[in-house]
């Protein structure tokens, strides 16, 4: 028996509104906190949700600094944009970044480090990036914690409808739709 992780969940972005309002001139609705507030609670977390924070290094500082969690996930402010400061702030906070970027494609800019006992990840702010990076690195943390000894992602047999190639030795992750046609599955790349 292991005791399920808590995990602290903050998106970032002064461009950002709840899903469901009605867009400014400029603004997006912030559909990672949605998606991610679900995939931690199916993952097994038991989630704190800090909501939706404006590019403002000293909030951002005074937020992150009162986590308690096992896992504080952090979605946006990662990359080299003027206006991404996640990193910076938790450098200050003493986090020891355990690996920033990573090869593959989409998620590149994933952050992964160490602040006190919490473990801290931070996703890319493009959605289908944050979905992977989740995928692949949070969701093994998570199901690791909980004493799971070789986490993996349900997989199924398909037959690919339709070419796919690459450019880079980067590993490719694609959106796509998997179906069953006459008994079979089948999966064409979206």
Known sequence: VHRAPSATLLTTGSELMDVGDSLLPGKIHDSNRLVLKELLQRSGAILCD???????????????????????????????????????VLRSLGMKTIFWRVNMRPGKPILFGQLGRQWVFGLPGNPVSCVVGFLIFVRTAVQKMMGIEHPRLPMVKAVLQKGVSKQ????????????????QWVVTPT
Do not use: C, F
């Open 50 to 88: 800090l909501g939706t924070m404006a590019d403002d290094p000293e909030a951002l500082k005074e937020t992150m600094h009162s986590g308690s969690s096992d896992l504080l996930v952090i979605s946006g402010g990662v990359s080299v944009g003027k206006y991404d400061y996640v990193k910076d």
């Open 168 to 183: 880079d030795g980067r590993r490719h992750y694609l959106t796509a739709i998997l179906e069953v046609r006459d008994g």
